[in-house]
């Protein structure tokens, strides 16, 4: 049984807190996971922290914030750094139980970023778990068509569901 699942948190950097949590648990049941987890590291210097992407089952992270000054108000998410990351996520694709990605954004809503790793593993018959804002919902249900099931921002919501496609279960 092949599904994406999603899950949607207020407050800044609590999907990607809750998935990196989420994914260890994962982990340490055994689970072979694939995809990414975010990282956002405070800087002293900054208003805005940086963010990295950890490459689950590899290690490896990549950056994928662009420092604009803290006076920018423009997107400062770096493409080539999620171009990178995703790619590195594609190329490491294969029977993995489950495809982890921090965020369903609006790069993805342009058809690129992890939207064709996301498509590649649901043609492969492996399950999605992809975090989400509330504000990219409208565009994310226009990719899923109905497919989408939306999982409760909690821990033992997002691991009963990951055991229902038969992840490494609570």
Known sequence: MTALGYVISD??????????DVAGILQDRGANLAGVVQINTEV???HRCDMDLQVLGADQVVRISQRLGNDALGCRLDPQGLEEAAGLVEAGLGPQALLIV????????DGRGFRPVIARALDGGM??????????LEGFQGFAEGFGQEIAADPA??????ANQGVAGP
Do not use: H, S, Y
């Not at 407050?11 to 990196?20: E, S, W």
């Not at 919501?157 to 990951?162: D, F, V």
């Open 11 to 20: 407050g800044r950097g609590a999907v990607d807190r809750l998935l990196t």
């Open 44 to 46: 002293q210097t900054m």
């Open 102 to 109: 921090n965020k369903f954004g609006k790069t993805e809503i």
């Open 127 to 136: 399950p999605v778990l992809v975090g989400l804002n509330r504000g990219n």
């Open 157 to 162: 919501a997002i691991l009963a569901w990951c």
